[in-house]
């Protein structure tokens, strides 16, 4: 199995990797996972709203790379790699997920679980229901910029869009949940 140099691609929002000593061995694919699963869970997470899908996502994103493993040039397009596959995967879960609410009614309108609820404070919460009223482009876009940490020129390339549409999209965007999170505050 080849193995990749460690190339530090920013910093994680999650936890800063210190970068490896010199003359250290090259990182393998179990540093990867140990070092991005967190981080690409979460971002699973507010892009399919439900951990343990979230975790298959990431799961099926990492088995992935392991079969690219040998043509890869670095861990940045490892990481970019990743990235992409997950953002892919969440759009197949949800694509998914609306065909089959097409054949039977939901049971109920947007329940979330007591264990989500737990883990997010009361202001995660608001940010988290307004990004659920967007429709998924500009929910992609808001999740890989402000949670991912993700450039503009990132996300161009995990989404397939232009780094123009990226621009608008985003301010689109925040204006809604700026406005969502207004008449909620406000009682409407």
């Known amino acids: 199995m080849s193995r990749l140099r460690r190339i530090d ?3 994680d929002p999650v936890a800063t990797v210190p970068p490896p000593p010199p003359g250290a061995p090259p990182r393998t694919l179990a540093d990867l996972y140990n070092d991005h699963r967190l981080r690409l869970v979460r971002l699973a997470v507010l892009l399919v709203d ?6 298959d996502v990431v799961q099926e994103a990492f088995t992935g790379l392991h079969r690219n493993w040998g043509g890869l040039r670095d861990e940045a397009a490892a990481v970019a790699y990743l990235r992409t596959a997950v953002v892919n ?6 694509r998914r997920r609306r065909t ?30 307004a990004l659920a009223t967007l429709p998924p482009r500009q929910r992609e876009v808001l999740v890989l910029r402000y949670y991912g940490g993700m450039s ?4 161009a390339e995990a989404t397939g869009i232009s780094r123009g549409t990226v621009k608008s999209t985003a301010s689109r965007g925040l204006d809604t949940v700026a406005k969502v999170m207004a008449a909620r505050a406000s009682g409407r």
């Open 9 to 11: 691609a920013g910093p």
């Open 152 to 155: 503009e020129a990132e996300i």
């Open 100 to 129: 089959a609410r097409d054949y039977v009614p939901p049971h109920s309108v947007n329940a979330r679980s007591a264990e989500s609820l737990a883990m997010l404070s009361a202001e995660h919460q608001a940010v988290v229901d």
């Open 50 to 55: 439900e951990p343990t899908t979230a975790e």
């Open 89 to 94: 995967g969440s759009r197949s879960v949800l």
